[in-house]
Each structure stands twice: as structure tokens, then as C-alpha cells.
């Protein structure tokens, strides 16, 4: 388990083998109500926008603990998710949001599934009240198979068209959501068998600390801290360095791209393919210390 996480519940949402996306977020706004609206108003921004024919299920506590759930018209605009979490009324305790999203990748549609609640289960009894926390949870689930199931194209292998999509994935939404939603603490994804691991605060108040083994296929998000303390001129070079890399040789195919708040989203490290003389004679002295540098940076101390 990754430093600073504690162990949470199964979630039982759907396929144990959906690809799940889970952005983590200090708090923000103090009223419920408005702080469900600011997510869902950003990730509506990002491109995320609900399905229409669809409902937004809200579940509101009500004073005595019990929760119901309320089928609303899916919003289409921010201004429509703040009108309409804002219904119940200022002081409404909302634990969570629910709703689905059509995503469009690299010529396939995908239906997604969207979930922002309060970080953590109420598991005092009796049940907490006011269920506001000090963070919250972003979750975009893709279904099983996402990859496998979109039509060919362009004679690429199916390595290949995974890679295509999942880095249409990142460009087209999960950079725009990280760019368009704050404060952003964290972005891990995807978790598989539908276990998601719940923060402690301690954890969450404090930029989380990669690892190059996470960063081995998928996506993983660097805060602009995170990235700070590396340096912000080495992802740059990286960047350019995993694209000359890409075109040198098609079927590995690294990713990193730098977020319009100085964070980075990185995928598919280059395995040992670093720690070969003959690659990294290659490299030009600044591109070899940028790759050295992010490299121990995101292996952490020993």
C-alpha cells in the first residue's frame, strides 16, 4: 500500500474490473450544497457534462441520520449544477452526487459513470449529522473493457489503440478536470476491483508522494508542489524527451504532459529502458539531467 493511505471499504459500484478514476480535493466551499456544485461545475467545464435522459442522483441527510436519494434533471452548464444542488436550500447535508457521462476517446464513445462524495464513510452511531468533511472525492469510473471494445483503427495493434485511448483519456479530460477544478490534492487511476482507498487528513493536507512503480501504464497526476520540488524545467525537457522517444521507436509510447497550473500528468514510464548506457548516451546533457532528476524525484527517498 502507498505511503499515507489507510484502507477503506470495497465500493460496490458496478464491475469489478471498471477502470476507476478517483481526484481527491480539500474542501471547497463550507456549505455542502455549493461545494457538490463547484466539482460538478468544474468537471461540466473540463468537458465531463452529465448525460441528458439521465438523472443526477443527490442523496440528502436529513436531521435524523436517514438519507434519501432524489432523481434531478442532469445538469448542462456550471450554472445549472449550482441552481441545482441549491434547490434543497442552503443548509441541505448532501453526502453525494451521482450521474453518468458519455466520453468521447479518439473515435469511441464511452460510457462513464460519475461520483463525488465526502472522503470517508460515516461509521459513528448514530450517524453524523452534518456530513461535511474537510475532503472530498471526484470518481470517474470507466466500464469494463473500454479499451477491448472500441472499433479498430488505422492498422494499430490493440496495444497500440489502448495507448491511443487512454492518453485521449488524459488530454481531452482528466487534464482539463485538473486544470478546471481546485484545490486539487491528488489524482489516482485507475484502481481496479472497485477498492478505493480512503485518505487519512493528515495525508490529504500535504502533497501526495508518486511512485515510480504507479507510474509504470496509467495516468498519474503531479501537483504543481510536486512537480516544484523536482523542478519545473526537468518535466519540461521529459516531456519533449518522451515525445522524441515515442517517435524513435512507435510502440513504446511515455507520456507527460505539463497542466496550465504547473502540475503534470505522467503515464507508461519507460520501464529500465533509463538506466541503459547506449539510450542514455543518446540524450543531450540537459535532457539526461532532467531524466535523472524526475526520475529520483518520483522514486523517493531510498
Request: proline share 11%; charged share 25%; net charge negative.
Amino acid at each position: 500500500m502507498p505511503p499515507g493511505l489507510t484502507a477503506g471499504r470495497p465500493v460496490a459500484d458496478g464491475n469489478t474490473d471498471d477502470d476507476t478514476y478517483v481526484f481527491w480535493y480539500a474542501t471547497p466551499a463550507p456549505e455542502s450544497p455549493a461545494a457538490f456544485a463547484a466539482l460538478l461545475g468544474g468537471w461540466i467545464e473540463a468537458g465531463v457534462v452529465p448525460r441528458q435522459g439521465t438523472p443526477l442522483e443527490v442523496a440528502t441527510r436529513a436531521a435524523d441520520g436517514s438519507v434519501t436519494v432524489r432523481d434531478l434533471p442532469p445538469p448542462r452548464t456550471p450554472e445549472d449544477a449550482l441552481k441545482l444542488l441549491a434547490s434543497g436550500g442552503e443548509g441541505a447535508r448532501i453526502p453525494s452526487v451521482k450521474g453518468q457521462a458519455d466520453l468521447f476517446l479518439a473515435g469511441a464513445t464511452v460510457r462513464a459513470r460519475i461520483h463525488f462524495e465526502y472522503a470517508g464513510d460515516d461509521e459513528l452511531d448514530p450517524p453524523r449529522v452534518d456530513p461535511r468533511r474537510p475532503f472530498m472525492t471526484g470518481v470517474l469510473v470507466l466500464p469494463r473493457n473500454w479499451r477491448d471494445d472500441a472499433p479498430p483503427a488505422g492498422g494499430k495493434d490493440p496495444g497500440e489503440r489502448a495507448a491511443a485511448l487512454e492518453d485521449a483519456l488524459a488530454e481531452k479530460y482528466l487534464a482539463p478536470i485538473a486544470e478546471r477544478t481546485a484545490p486539487l490534492t491528488g489524482l489516482a487511476g485507475p484502481e481496479h476491483d472497485s477498492v478505493r482507498w480512503l485518505l487519512t487528513a493528515d495525508a490529504l493536507a500535504k502533497p501526495l508522494p508518486p511512485r515510480l512503480s504507479d507510474l509504470s501504464r496509467y495516468a498519474t497526476y503531479l501537483s504543481p508542489a510536486q512537480v516544484g520540488a523536482v523542478g519545473a524545467e526537468h518535466f519540461a525537457r521529459l516531456q519533449n524527451v518522451f515525445e522524441w522517444l515515442h517517435e524513435k521507436q512507435p510502440r513504446l509510447a511515455p507520456y507527460c504532459r505539463l497542466t496550465a497550473q504547473g502540475g503534470a500528468i505522467v503515464a507508461r514510464w519507460p520501464g529500465t529502458l533509463d538506466r541503459e548506457p547506449k539510450f542514455v548516451a543518446l540524450l543531450s546533457p540537459g535532457d539526461r539531467e532532467s531524466f535523472h532528476a524526475v526520475r529520483t524525484g518520483l522514486l523517493g527517498p531510498g
